[in-house]
């Protein structure tokens, strides 16, 4: 599988899984992800899977400063619902680099490394996604903004011949390059942009609630 180039340069999340330690999956429970993880898991990269990946990261950055995110050890909760446009995409997503699974999840071993109802949906968040340490309690709301990376012009006229079938040759690779160039441009330039990028700390009352409902 060749995934674009532009992949290796898109910073990738350590994190270290205690169950994965315990059965010996990983060297001391040491995981790696990076962005091609999530397309192959999804199947595509686009704007949403590209958002789901880094607002992640940003997340785990920000609520383990200078240490290993542990997998597992993470409540995720989400504003909309699975069923709610590309919530679906967003929940896979975020399950494969936190853990954090709804009711069909893995249920632990001897009342430990559960992963199952540490995903949930919470519609009164005003940004799309809070994660929660289960360990400190502290907590953090994320959010994107897309309107602020606006597409090329020229990409809603290509879609529409592609998926309509009458795109020629040129006019598909057109598609490609323009659509691949804006997940690029959200993914590396505007990475750090908080008009793009939100992260707002949750005061730890607030997060102890959270994780008490």
């Given at each position: 599988m060749t995934l674009p180039d532009y992949f290796d340069a898109v910073p990738r999340l350590r994190v270290q899984d205690p169950l994965a330690r315990l059965?010996?999956?990983?060297?001391?429970?040491?995981?790696e992800?990076?962005?091609g993880d999530a397309v192959r898991l999804t199947g595509h990269a686009c704007p949403t899977v590209a958002s789901a990946y880094w607002?992640?990261?940003?997340?785990?950055e920000h609520l383990y400063p200078g240490s290993l995110p542990q997998r597992g050890g993470i409540q995720v909760e989400f504003r909309d619902d699975a069923r709610s446009g590309s919530s679906g995409v967003v929940a896979t997503v975020v399950q494969l680099l936190t853990g954090?699974?709804?009711?069909?999840?893995?249920k632990g071993l001897g009342g430990r490394f559960g992963r199952a109802?540490?995903?949930?949906?919470?519609?009164?968040?005003?940004?799309l996604l809070r994660f929660t340490r289960r360990d400190t309690r502290e907590a953090v709301d994320v959010g994107v903004d897309l309107m602020n990376v606006p597409a090329d012009p020229r990409l809603q006229p290509l879609l529409e011949l592609c998926i309509a079938g009458k795109a020629g040759a040129d006019e598909?690779?057109?598609?490609?390059?323009?659509?691949?160039?804006?997940?690029r441009h959200l993914l590396?330039?505007?990475?750090?942009?908080?008009?793009?990028?939100t992260l707002r700390p949750v005061?730890?009352?607030?997060?102890?609630?959270a994780m008490a409902s």
């Open positions: 059965l010996g999956s990983a060297d001391d429970g040491l995981l992800y990076g962005f607002l992640t990261y940003l997340a785990l954090a699974a709804g009711g069909s999840g893995f109802g540490l995903l949930r949906y919470k519609p009164e968040l005003l940004t598909q690779q057109r598609f490609c390059v323009l659509w691949q160039e804006r997940v590396l330039d505007c990475a750090r942009d908080p008009a793009v990028f005061r730890r009352h607030a997060a102890a609630d």
